[in-house]
């Protein structure tokens, strides 16, 4: 299938294009980028150089793609975006590359990024990821399979959403979120209970998201210390991958980081 480039697109020399590539007017795609089969950019786009494109991605107008990160340490050395296939970026995203720390940004296939959103530089999301409209992650975020992030939530750098989490509208996301949650809070996120309705959806089970309830009812209100409280979960829960996944969450962050605590009546 042929590629369709407006007269008025600006392309690099060196930029690799797909087969079925649409490149709307006005649209600019730098030397040193690679676009997949099937991706539609509409017009007033800018792809920098370091960007690499999956396949059947939908890029909205007014997107900025693989610009220099907005960290004052950057400076200069190649980096790289990747964005996997079927993602659809709406007006006015910006994708900003990774710095020497990781020397890439890492964004997975078939999410959805709402308008005006950002994803600062280093940061790894996964696949299936909502994010919706005005919310900026800070550089070096991680962020699961699955999750949803509300709009104008603001997530904090190096702040960890584990999968299938839900992070409410207008939050202030500067603690990690552990996995299968709800949080969200304007002070600072907090925990909400089991994103249940969520976790239906993707085909858990009743007696999986029991399990999981129970795992947090002990880390979050039975009142233990949280090294105890990963060791009741541990000794008196089935070792489940849920269960493993919550503890390696919490495990992997117990020196130095700061996690979301539930709401205090």
Known sequence: MQSTIHPTAVIGQSAILGEGVTVGPYTVIEDDVEIGDGTTIW?????????RIGRACKIHSGAVLANEPQDLKFSGEKTWLYVGDRTVIRECVTLNRGTKASGKTVIGSDNLF???SHVGHDCVIGNHVVVANGVPFGGHCEVGDHVVVGGLAAVHQFVRIGRFS???GLSRGTLDVPPFVMASGSDSCRYEGLNAIGLKRRGFTSEKITLIKDAYRIIFQSGLLLVNALEKVKSELPQEEEIIEILNFFASGLHGRKFIKPFKN
Do not use: D, N, Q
Not at 43 to 49: F, G, K, W, Y
């Open 166 to 168: 839900m992070v409410g």
């Open 43 to 51: 017009p007033h786009v800018h792809i920098a150089s370091g960007a």
């Open 114 to 116: 709402m308008a005006y």
